[in-house]
């Protein structure tokens, strides 16, 4: 194995060693598991693709959505499929409950909730071409955003209608890539929306009234991610930044500019922070036009604006979507040519 390709297996979750010469954290090595295809064919949309990626709580299972309308429970560490359950539509975006009994999954017509032990589709909630759902701390609330400029709560258990907090503002608009993100705090108190307006609110659950208004990007919000302890909020936009902010107080604490990474692109394919919340894990997209492949870098909180460390190399296609499983032993990302790269924490 080539030198950069064996950097290119290097990851953060747990800083133990520290490079000599190096003044970035320290990292552990992972090595990456052979490629794993979901069997998706040319989607309804001409091309192929994975959407959606998501381990459960206890990291025993990762679910992929595909644009061939594949919902598919994936067994860790063995890999086997659990299930293939085939959806009427691409999809677009999944959820797991706190308690891991449920999963939520959206397609352009709706929301299903599953039962993850005997895979029975227990309750249908229309709504438009939903693109982001998340459930509350206690399962009592699942929220979703939608390509129209919705959000809304509903029961999970009844599918009733709890909050609806946005209307639609455009209804041509039908980009299922774009429009309202909407995510719950850990602690379940507070309810964040961002959207292809440029800003990104938070509401208190209790009464819906609105807490914040984080005000900077200049370009749609692609994607944002709150950390473990409910202190900082990331949002990563179209304007090539990534903007951590302070959540009480709405300010912004730092500002990553990649706008002269030229192959970093704008797209993004998700945020999250990893390592007790000092460091951001960004993911790329990719754009065959610009000759960009799918990219994830990481960035040091405490630090600049140049990534500590940059997955280039390792991806043929593009990288719509990762996940770190919650027991930091696995990273997943799917790409645009149907397959998983895989990658698990090294033991010598």
């Not at 679910?63 to 598919?72: K, T, Y």
Request: glycine share 8%.
């Amino acid at each position: 194995m080539k030198k950069k390709q064996l950097l290119a297996i290097l990851a953060i979750f747990c800083p133990l060693i520290v490079l000599a010469g190096d003044k970035s954290p320290s990292v552990f090595l992972f090595d990456e598991l052979p490629n794993i295809t979901t069997g998706v064919g040319l989607g309804a949309s001409g091309y192929t693709g994975i959407l959606c990626l998501s381990f459960n709580k206890k990291s025993s299972i990762l679910v992929s959505g595909d644009n061939n309308n594949n919902l598919i429970f994936w067994d860790f560490p063995s890999l086997n499929k659990l299930k293939v359950i085939k959806e009427d539509s691409e999809v677009h975006s999944v959820a797991w409950s706190n308690d891991g009994t449920r999963l939520a999954s959206s397609s352009f017509d709706g929301i299903t909730i599953w039962n993850t032990k005997s895979y029975e589709k227990l309750l249908l909630i229309p709504f438009k071409y939903p693109n982001s759902l998340s459930f509350n701390i206690n399962d009592k609330m699942l929220a979703a955003g939608n390509a129209a400029g919705e959000v809304a709560i509903w029961d999970p258990i009844s599918g009733k209608l709890i909050k609806q907090l946005k209307k639609v503002i455009d209804p041509l608009d039908t980009d299922r890539y774009s429009g309202e993100t909407a995510t719950f705090s850990p602690d379940g108190t507070k309810l964040f929306i961002a959207n292809s307006k440029n800003n990104i609110m938070s509401y208190d659950i209790k009464n819906w009234n609105l807490i914040h208004s984080y005000d900077g990007h200049s370009k749609s919000i692609d994607a944002i991610a709150i950390s473990h302890n409910g202190k900082l909020l990331a949002s990563m936009s179209e304007d090539a930044t990534i903007r951590i902010w302070d959540i009480d107080s709405g300010n912004v604490l730092k500002i990553i500019d990649y706008k002269t990474d030229s192959s970093f692109g704008v797209a993004s394919s998700g945020i999250k922070f990893i390592n007790d919340d000092k460091f951001i894990f960004a993911g790329n997209m990719g754009s065959p036009p610009l000759h960009q492949k799918g990219s994830i870098r990481v960035w040091d909180i405490s630090g600049g604006s140049l990534p500590i460390y940059s997955y280039d190399n390792t991806f043929v296609e593009l990288v719509w979507r990762f996940d770190l499983s919650p027991d930091g032993k696995y990273m997943v990302t799917g790409g645009g040519d149907g397959e998983m790269h895989l990658y698990n924490k090294h033991i010598e």
